[in-house]
């Protein structure tokens, strides 16, 4: 399972928000996204993964969305959005990996956001281009604007597209080490304890001032 999570590849949305003129202006300020409350940082404890898990929760902290905000106050809520699937981590140091990810996320643009270089976007013209690409090689199952007072609320629900991974895995300290075929391997920081296993999510937020990862799912053995 290659664990990246880079947020303009998985929700293929950056082009809709970069017509919302939420894009980089020259004026690069940090935007406000809203990706639901942390579940807490993860602290990398290693062990032996061998065995058969499902994911069972996905945690994704805020600043995991913020490059989607750059240049804008916009607020993204990303609380509703889940990986689901399997991993199979076999003795014969083999993995095989089935993800999904899907659910809903709001975004809120203010009017700030909606102008740039003197053109407005009106709500019904974000929305038109959001139904352009629903189903269209997007991973969109939906995606719908209304008027917000005076900016707009949108809503992506994203259609669950399946993917699997195989290749080869070892551990290495409290790092397991990913290499998926005719990839580069990975290192992915993670922690067993009892049937529970926790996997780092990769992202440009790195880690928190404590060391902790924000970003990860946990799974549970079958």
């Known amino acids: 399972m290659k664990l990246k999570f880079r947020t303009c590849s998985i929700l293929l949305v950056a082009s809709l928000l970069s017509l919302a003129a939420c894009g980089d202006d020259g004026n690069s300020d940090d935007g406000g996204s809203n990706g639901g409350a942390a579940c807490g940082g993860l602290a990398a404890c290693g062990g032996d993964p061998t065995g058969s ?14 490059e989607l ?44 956001c909606l102008t740039m270089e003197g053109v407005t976007i009106t709500c019904e013209q974000l929305d038109a281009s959001m139904q352009e690409v629903v189903g269209d090689g997007a991973l969109l199952a939906s995606a719908s ?11 992506l629900v994203l259609e669950g597209s399946t993917t699997t991974g195989e290749g080869t895995w070892s551990v290495s300290g409290t790092s397991l080490t990913l290499a998926p075929d005719g990839q580069e391997p990975d290192e992915v920081p993670f922690c067993v304890e009892g049937s529970s296993l926790t996997m780092a999510i990769e992202t440009e937020t790195g880690t928190d001032a404590e060391g902790k990862i924000p970003n990860y799912l946990r799974l549970t053995k079958q």
């Open 53 to 66: 898990w499902t994911i069972e929760e996905t945690c994704l902290d805020s600043s995991t969305f913020a």
């Open 69 to 112: 905000t750059e240049g804008c106050d916009a607020e993204i809520d990303a609380s509703g959005v889940e990986m689901v699937g399997t991993a199979e981590f076999r003795a014969d140091s083999t993995y095989v990996t089935t993800s999904t990810l899907q659910g809903p996320m709001k975004i809120v643009y203010p009017p700030s």
């Open 145 to 155: 604007c209304v008027a917000a007072g005076q900016g707009c609320a949108c809503t």
